[in-house]
């Protein structure tokens, strides 16, 4: 693809609103964790339900994904970002003044339905802002940055929040960001969305898609209480199978499909999205089991943990930056497969833990190796599933980038918390606890070998579009042109 002659002058101005957009969306996904104890006290949860508060969100926001992107294809992208963003700003005032249980509970299905909407609306603009080649390299590599640092600051944020002000604040601090993020947007974002002949809209696909994302969350959710083998847990699985075998048909069948199913014929956007769902396995399990082995074993706080932490979003940083780079001059499938050898080897060396250990002896050196690893891969496993996607459906490939992430966080949270954790209410010797994360971290060990072996099958050199298709744009009455389907392959950079 050759640049735009005239790239927008406020293109990394936009980048920034849009990356502080996925840090609150990522922020909120796990910021109430160190809250639970307080709401469950405050608002009288009983039975474990508490846990609800933070699943109500995975579940919309997991299941809601995939027609968020879409939506932001045919009713226009700035738009509904603008939506999403003004939805999160009021689902996060009612989370604050929640009076009951049930009230907070469904003001956080709200907040996921407004973050389903966000971040992979978030993510196309970002892609029909900038040119396919270096500059959309830069671009994800900052946004997988600020997307690795979010997910720490929420153990660094919500702990000081909850203890000082109250677990109130822990949403109340959405507010003025939202505020800031809905006010500049008419100033910094294009409008633009898909060139179609109209805007029918596949209710029957995104009715099916949507339960079967939905369910396939809320068995993952709910498998480490029940069990893997519970009735009710097959029962949810075969049928969000079945959801997405109608789901096929549907869009097979359909004159305006939501998720045209040509575009999975494509070896880098199927293998761009394998690798991101493994990684998400690998990086949320290993996350979550170095926050317990830190606080269960090693007797941490959680906001001390978090500090000790930082050290990997740091370099998840480094490998961003770095893995965008590389991948402009070499291609995603070296990239991705160093990023996910060390994502392993970083396990390998977490799975040396002991019961005695300290910080710098057991957790260090393998957060150090695993962060870059993290970094290289998510940036070339979305450039590789984003490339080469057509204008019109570049919000749909943002919602399944997305999806593919989070959904694979869930399940390695789910698988981990299962395979070495004990029982609901059990408390065994800090020698049983040890070998029990050693467990998970050679789960996770597997999980980054099976996306290093998914990554040999990227394509070396992503291929570009050729051709070009129209985009309707409303900032000053232009007409944005975008490559589609026909291929070529990337120059280096020094050509672009």
């Known amino acids: 693809m050759n640049p735009s002659p005239h790239p927008d002058p406020l293109r990394w101005k936009a980048l920034a609103l849009l990356c502080a957009a996925d840090f609150m969306v990522i922020l909120d996904a796990q910021i109430v964790i160190l809250a639970l104890p307080s709401i469950q ?74 973050a389903a909407i966000m971040a992979p609306t978030a993510l ?38 909850t203890s000082w002000l109250g677990w109130e604040w822990i949403f109340f601090i959405n507010v003025p960001v939202a505020l800031v993020l809905f006010g500049l947007s008419p100033v910094l974002l294009k409008e633009s969305r ?9 209710l029957a696909g995104a009715v099916t898609i949507t339960a079967a994302l939905a369910l396939l969350v809320y068995a993952v959710v709910e498998a480490p209480d029940i069990g ?43 293998g761009g999205n394998l690798v991101l769902l493994l990684l998400g396995m ?46 402009t001059r070499t291609g995603p499938r070296r990239v991705a497969m160093a990023g996910m050898a060390l994502t392993g080897i970083g396990c390998l060396l ?14 260090f050196l393998g957060l150090l190796v695993f962060g870059p690893g993290l970094g290289a891969a998510f940036v070339a496993a979305s450039v590789a599933s984003l490339a080469g996607v057509a204008e019109r459906e570049s919000g749909l490939a943002s919602g399944l980038n997305t999806a593919s992430f989070q959904i694979g966080g869930a399940f390695g ?3 981990l918390s299962t395979v070495g954790m004990p029982g609901a209410g059990a408390h065994p010797p800090l020698d049983v606890l040890t070998e029990g ?15 290093l072996l998914v990554a040999l099958l990227l394509p070396g050199r992503i291929r570009r579009a050729r051709g070009v298709e129209p985009a309707l744009s409303k900032r000053e009455g232009t007409t944005l042109t975008k490559h589609t389907e026909e291929c070529i392959l990337i120059p280096s950079a020094n050509a672009s």
């Not at 892609?127 to 590599?141: H, I, P, S, V, Y």
């Not at 926050?291 to 940083?317: H, K, R, W």
């Open 41 to 114: 006290r405050d608002l009288g949860f009983s039975g474990g339900g508490e846990q609800w508060v933070m699943s109500a969100y995975l579940l919309t926001f997991g299941g809601l994904l995939l027609l968020g992107g879409r939506s932001a294809d045919l009713l226009g992208r700035r738009r509904m970002f603008m939506i999403g963003t003004a939805l999160f700003l009021f689902s996060s005032l009612l989370c604050g003044f929640a009076w009951t249980g049930g009230t907070l509970i469904v003001a956080r299905v709200l907040q996921g339905v407004s």
């Open 437 to 451: 994360f050693r467990t998970d971290f050679a789960a996770s060990i597997a999980f980054s070998a099976a996306a």
């Open 228 to 270: 893997w083998s519970h009735p009710r847990t097959l029962l949810l699985h075969c049928l969000s199978a079945l959801l997405i075998a109608v789901f096929v048909l549907v869009e097979s069948r359909s004159r305006a499909p939501l998720a045209p199913l040509r575009i999975f014929r494509s070896r880098a956007l199927a």
């Open 413 to 415: 949270v789910a698988i």
């Open 124 to 161: 196309s603009i970002l892609m029909t802002t900038f040119d396919e080649g270096t500059e959309r390299n830069k671009a994800l590599g900052v946004w997988s940055a600020v997307g690795g640092v979010g997910a720490t600051a929420a153990l660094l944020v919500g702990g000081p929040l």
């Open 194 to 202: 898909a060139a179609t002949r109209g805007r029918n809209f596949d």
């Open 350 to 363: 977490l799975a040396q833990v002991s019961v005695g250990g300290s910080y710098f002896e057991d957790l």
């Open 282 to 327: 690998a990086a949320w399990g290993m996350s979550f089991t170095v926050s317990e082995y830190a606080q269960q074993v090693l007797g941490y706080s959680a906001l001390m943990f978090g500090l000790s932490s930082a050290v990997m979003p740091v370099m998840a940083a480094v490998g961003s930056v770095a893995g965008q780079a590389v991948v």
